[in-house]
Nanobody, 127 residues
Framework: VQLQASGGGLAQTGGSLRLSCAASGFRLDYYGVGWFRQAPGKEREGVSCISRRDGSRHYSDSVKGRFTIVRDNAKKMVYLQMNSLKPEDPAIYYC?????????????????????WGQGTLVTVSS
């Protein structure tokens, strides 16, 4: 089982980045997926999540209207399109697979809902 986030980098305030989460070794459509971020000295926080097949999505208030989560189960990919980046967005971004309890839109931004975490990708925003 492998889960790898990529696409991070440096963007300007107001700019955009698209993060990718690549899955291998398992069927991605068996899992809900979450994107999380962790800034230095802060706890990991949920950014967005998407259900296994029907595409139900949820966003944190801090990114709602700016970020979009999309999945392509055939390609085993989940994307996070980040627009209108702000100075508070820099962090290491992680994607994760939900656990046996399944996807719950009410709790899918909680780290407790996730069993498997990939390596993160660093996002930096310049002013």
């Amino acid at each position: 089982v492998q889960l790898q986030a990529s696409g991070g980098g440096l963007a300007q305030t107001g700019g955009s980045l698209r993060l990718s989460c690549a899955a291998s070794g398992f069927r991605l459509d068996y899992y809900g997926v979450g994107w999380f971020r962790q800034a230095p000295g802060k706890e990991r926080e949920g950014v967005s999540c998407i259900s296994r097949r029907d595409g139900s999505r949820h966003y944190s208030d801090s990114v709602k209207g700016r970020f979009t989560i999309v999945r392509d189960n055939a390609k085993k990919m989940v994307y996070l399109q980040m627009n209108s980046l702000k100075p508070e967005d820099p962090a290491i971004y992680y994607c994760a697979l939900d656990g046996p309890g399944g996807f719950n839109v009410d709790t899918c931004l909680s780290t407790n809902d996730y069993n498997y975490w990939g390596q993160g990708t660093l996002v930096t925003v310049s002013s």
